[in-house]
């Protein structure tokens, strides 16, 4: 029984072990910034590359430009 009780002890530790790692973590962080990155540019590729969503964007876009060099 002790053995089985020391196997047991054992295995809840390394258990534990890897529960409080954190190895690691950071660069599951930065792979999920990257790939938000990257959809998000692949959205506004695709806004811009044509389209009926694109040319509204652009339109905005240059509806706010023209106010801002109008001066409001």
């Keep these: 029984?002790?053995?089985?009780?020391?196997?047991?002890?054992?295995?809840?530790?390394?258990?534990?072990?890897?529960k409080r790692d954190e190895r690691g973590s950071q660069t599951l962080e930065w792979i999920g910034i990257a790939?938000?990155?990257?959809?998000?540019?692949?959205?506004v590729s695709k806004a811009f590359?044509?389209?009926e969503f694109g040319q509204t964007l652009?339109?905005?876009?240059?509806?706010?430009i023209e106010d801002i060099g109008s001066g409001g």
């Design 1 to 18: 029984m002790k053995f089985m009780n020391g196997i047991y002890a054992k295995t809840l530790n390394k258990f534990a072990e890897f």
């Design 35 to 43: 790939a938000v990155i990257v959809i998000l540019v692949g959205v």
């Design 49 to 51: 590359s044509g389209g």
């Design 58 to 64: 652009v339109k905005k876009f240059e509806e706010l």
